[in-house]
């Protein structure tokens, strides 16, 4: 990780704001059909004739889970059955064209809010459920929501992608080897991570983030008007964190040996480690590990494990 980037940080976080924006934009934009009618919201997605509606118990490999909800909750839980099985529940009584739909394309299943096409969903909110076999490792695990909440008891996968415009994230349990990465609009990220991750990359806006993690390689947090909270019981090899209008905080154990550069604009910097500093760098025993903080109107502490 290079030093001394200026603003990065800041265009970074700019840039994912604008993005999350549009993207909102195109998921929930109101229009208006022939007869004036309000509220059709476009749900197009490629292979629509694919899909078949309802739930479903599968007993064929699965080996990536690519999962695209606009309301509600998900949930995913683990069971000792060898079968993936997924099922909706819905606030009210909906047409079949809003049923779930899903696609076994290959080795990857695919999951849907609805059949697509331009609908009205109004109120509608469904939570949908998957369950996995307790032994499945993922190898692709990949979520987009619109406004729904994802809750995981567990989640087991080399790689995961989550997305959310107005939803929280909430994972007790992460068994994730190679990368995780996260973004939300407007919604909190609460995760745990057990074992090696090697890459952590989070983005937010108007939410706050909690992560710990066992043995981190390297992380990427940008967080806008939101706090970001960093456990890791081993110190991670090198990592940036970028807030405005947020605090920071970085838990590391009393054995981490780190250099850090800090950057802040209306914000003080504390640690409880003992730190020789030269500028607006800081380091810890040998220095080893490689970090840099940079916050806007945010705070910066350094605690011990």
């Known amino acids: ?110 999951i849907k809010f609805a059949e697509s096409g331009n609908w009205n969903f109004g109120d509608l909110h469904k939570t949908l459920t998957v369950m996995l076999p307790a032994d499945l490792v993922l190898n692709e695990l990949e979520i987009d929501t619109v406004s729904a909440n994802l809750k995981a008891h567990r989640i087991a996968a080399k790689r995961a992608d989550m997305d959310t415009v107005s939803g929280w994230i909430d994972i007790e349990e992460a068994a994730v080897s190679q990368s995780f990465n996260a973004d939300t609009t407007s919604g909190d990220i609460t995760a745990m991570f057990a074992g090696s991750l090697g890459e952590l990359e989070i983005d937010t806006v108007s939410g706050k983030t909690q992560i710990s993690v066992d043995q981190l390689g390297e992380f990427e947090i940008n967080s806008t008007s939101g706090a970001v909270s960093l456990s890791a019981a081993n110190a991670p090899a090198s990592g940036e964190i970028g807030t405005v209008s947020g605090d920071v905080e970085l838990i590391l154990p009393e054995t981490a040996e780190f250099t850090v550069e800090i950057n802040t604009v209306s914000g003080e910097f504390d640690s409880e480690f003992s730190l020789a500093k030269n500028g607006d760098r800081y380091s810890c025993g040998s220095g080893a590990c490689r970090y840099e903080v940079e916050t806007t109107s945010g705070n910066i502490s350094f605690r011990l494990q």
């Open 1 to 110: 990780m290079d030093f001394g980037k200026g603003n990065v940080m800041k265009k970074k976080l700019f840039a994912v704001l604008m993005v999350l924006i549009m993207c909102s934009t195109c998921f929930t934009a109101c229009t208006d059909n022939n007869e004036g009618q309000r509220g059709l919201s476009s749900y197009q997605y490629d292979d629509a004739g694919k899909y078949t509606p309802g739930g479903a118990a599968l007993t064929s490999a699965v080996n990536n889970l690519d999962i695209d909800w606009v309301s509600g909750e998900i949930e995913i839980v683990y069971h000792d059955e060898r079968t993936i099985v997924f099922s909706e529940t819905s606030n009210r009584e909906e047409d079949e064209q809003l049923a779930m739909r899903y696609w076994l394309d290959g080795d990857t299943l695919r």
